[in-house]
């Protein structure tokens, strides 16, 4: 099924690239950052980022941008680099803040630091695990505020840790 899906996706989108009006630099950006998609999804990461570092070279709309940084900073997320996950998700929030998921990624980043961290049981450890809770609720409560029906597990998380009161 997922095959047919990614040939179907790139069907329209190559119908797309003929039909709509867009400039030349708009269409290649577009096109690396379709090659980009289809990679992803075949879990072929570098080639990925290839496409998508491409296609940020050409792409000058913030908004188009936003999605590449944040398709970046899902591969970063996947491959283990939260650094540089959260560094590529801030990035793509600056250029739009409207982006419910990247929040939700870093919050998810921060609570598995955290979690790690609580295991460690030192103390300098369990009050940095109690911080990197903080921050992973701080980024879910703005999460929630763009999309109230999304992340019902962030959502009982806040609720049973007391971070979620009806002021947020």
Do not use: C
Request: negative net charge; hydrophobic residues 40%; without cysteine.
């Amino acid at each position: 099924m997922g095959n047919f899906i990614d040939k179907t996706f790139t069907v329209i989108a190559d119908i797309l690239l003929k039909v709509l009006p867009a400039s030349k630099q708009e269409k290649e950006a577009f096109s690396y950052y379709r090659a980009g998609m289809s990679a992803q999804s075949k879990g072929r990461y570098a080639e990925a980022l290839q496409n998508y570092y491409e296609a940020l070279q050409v792409e000058e709309d913030p908004y188009d941008r936003s999605y590449t940084l944040y398709n970046i900073g899902l591969i970063y997320g996947n491959t283990g680099k939260y650094t540089q996950a959260l560094e590529f998700y801030h990035q793509a929030l600056s250029l739009n803040a409207n982006l419910p998921q990247a929040l939700n990624n870093i919050a998810v980043i921060y609570h598995s630091q955290a979690l790690r961290a609580q295991s460690l049981e030192e103390d300098e450890y369990i009050e940095l695990s109690k911080e990197l809770f903080d921050k992973a609720a701080e980024y879910w409560i703005q999460a929630l505020k763009l999309a109230p029906d999304n992340y019902p597990g962030a959502r009982n998380w806040l609720k049973v840790t007391g971070r979620l009161s009806d002021n947020n």
